[in-house]
């Protein structure tokens, strides 16, 4: 099994490959070739248990684009976020299971796992096409963070209803009730992680070490969560946002290694992954035909249930775009009221409301619904039997509908998303002017850093070297284009330039806690000076 895997991970690398020198994405493309190899005569079959793919593939993807991701970006769309990650999710598994009910025969209560199972969409896909084709920086945070609850939303709603088509009892019977408890103590159990490791991790001077400690977070704190009945996937997300955070904390090689260490390991699972998902098709078909389904039966009911999802998905989005408009026009009524009385100094303590995404950018997020792995694992996690030892109804049913949707999905919806954002033309300049003045912002913060830093070091008795270059560093900032003066010791050189880094990069941090700088930009800009002190420290440690 292990050998399949390694041999499966190379194959779609390579594809991937391919598919980047073409200007095709890279996810589909692997699905597709897998999906054309598994009719192989003879291949053998590769099938994960649930727990496999939920346990080990699932966390780290999920704490790496949380690491990565701006918590506060997220909290300014936490409204759009929360509506399409958790209460769509109802809605979708809600009318899929009425669907399944009505075209799938013998499916009965069953049907709801079904609608759980295909409720939760997989931004992996979508998330690539839309950075390629640059959609704006709005939609690209709501489809990141509905990515990362709906899942947990979809499994809470999975277990329950498993456990009530099985007759199996449940950790909480009110559904409500168990859905706010593995919320709530999951996103308790990622922070405690988080925050221990962030500990750790101040402590340590080795990169390698720390690097292992990231590692070791999202498996641990998807496992103790589920331990406690409690949803692993929101602590593994919770986990990534504390450690992502206070990534600022670490030194500049530690956040160089963790950073290429993720990004390998995102290719790594993400071209597995959807291999994994093209090669199951002749095997769900035959399991399918084996129970006694009609595979024509099946495909009908796929292609309504395809519909299904696409139908409520735009009017879900549309709809709830509607509401979310009238009420920003209130409470932007509502604020501005409040501050037309107020002093300017007061009026800063406000923050300006997030707009909502225009229409455009709705149609976009409306049809970006393709589903994923979290869905075929799910599928393949429905028990054989009941509590009383019967079957458990519709169980390969289940499975081949769950599989035939996700390939739809990803199909057509991924193969027609990248023509409509260009299409659609979405206008981005809001988000770039807000980049633009942004990225000014920390350039300024980081020349008064220079300027207060080369002032308190002047302050301080320095060798006569070390003089002499800090006061010529203090002329060019005053004057920029000034000509060079003097040819300086290397030493000395790295050393106030190692020093004028450390205090850029603790003014930019306090402006980003401050809500001064935008936590995007500021990793931006980090990563770039990242780059520049460990060559200043090569550079450095070669003259010595």
Not at 22 to 31: C, H, S, W, Y
Not at 325 to 351: E, F, G, N, Q, V
Request: hydrophobic share 55%; charged share 15%.
């Amino acid at each position: 099994m292990f050998a399949q895997i390694l041999l499966v991970m190379i194959v779609a690398i390579a594809i991937a490959a391919l598919a980047e020198r073409r200007n095709v994405q890279p996810a589909l493309l692997v699905a597709m070739v897998g999906l054309a190899a598994s009719f192989i005569p003879g291949l053998p079959r590769l099938e994960l248990a649930p727990e496999i793919i939920l346990g080990v593939f699932l966390p780290p993807m999920l704490f790496s684009a949380a690491s990565d991701f701006s918590f506060s970006s997220f909290a300014k769309r936490l409204g759009s976020i929360v509506n399409l990650g958790v209460f769509m999710v109802f809605g979708t598994a809600a009318l899929v299971g009425i669907v399944a009910n009505l075209l799938v025969p013998g499916l009965g209560s069953a049907a709801l796992v079904l609608g759980a199972v295909l409720a939760p969409p997989d931004a992996v896909a979508a998330i690539a096409i839309g950075r390629k084709a640059g959609l704006p920086t709005a939609v690209m945070t709501v489809l990141k963070g509905e990515s990362l609850i709906n899942d947990a939303a979809a499994l809470t709603l999975f277990t329950v209803a498993v456990a009530t088509v099985a007759g199996t009892p449940n950790f909480i019977d009110n559904t409500l009730l168990y859905f706010l408890y593995a919320a709530l103590l999951g996103i308790v159990v990622g922070m405690v992680i988080g925050h221990l490791a962030r500990i750790a991790r101040r402590k340590l001077a080795n990169p390698s070490l720390a690097t292992a400690i990231s590692v070791i977070v999202p498996f641990a704190a998807y496992l103790l969560a589920e331990e406690l009945h409690a949803s692993g996937v929101l602590a593994v997300v919770a986990a990534g946002f504390a450690l992502g955070h206070h990534a600022v904390e670490a030194g500049y090689a530690e956040r160089i290694q963790e950073r290429n260490f993720w990004r390998t390991i995102d290719t790594l699972l993400e071209t597995f992954v959807f291999a994994y998902i093209g090669l199951q098709l002749r095997f769900v078909i035959g399991d399918a035909a084996a129970a006694g389904y009609a595979i024509w039966q099946l495909l009908a009911a796929s292609g309504a249930i395809f519909l299904a999802t696409i139908l409520i998905r735009f009017a879900w989005v549309c709809g709830t775009a509607l509401l979310g408009r009238w009420r920003h026009r209130r409470l932007a009524a509502r604020l501005d009221h409040m501050t037309a009385i107020l002093p300017a100094d007061s009026k800063r303590r406000y923050p300006s409301l997030q707009p909502p995404l225009a229409w455009k950018e709705n149609l976009v997020v409306a049809w970006t619904g393709m589903r994923g792995v979290v869905t075929l694992a799910a599928a393949a996690g429905i028990p054989a039997v009941t509590a009383t030892g019967a079957d458990f109804p519709g169980r390969h049913a289940i499975l081949a509908i769950a599989f035939f949707v996700t390939i739809a999905t990803l199909v057509i919806q991924g193969l027609t998303l990248p023509w409509l954002i260009r299409a659609l033309r979405l206008d981005d300049s809001r988000d770039r002017q807000f980049t633009v003045s942004q990225q000014a912002l920390a350039q300024q913060l980081c020349d008064e850093a220079d300027r207060q830093t080369v002032a308190a070091h002047l302050a301080t008795d320095l060798d006569v070297e070390n003089r002499k270059l800090a006061e010529l560093v203090a002329r060019r900032l005053a004057s920029p284009q000034g000509p060079a003066e003097h040819k300086f010791n290397p030493g000395a050189s790295f050393w106030l330039g190692s020093v004028l880094l450390e205090a850029r990069r603790a003014r930019l941090i306090a402006a980003r806690d401050a809500g001064e700088l935008d936590d995007t930009v500021l990793r931006d800009t980090l990563e770039q000076m990242d780059i520049e002190q460990a060559f200043m420290h090569r550079m450095g440690s070669q003259s010595a």
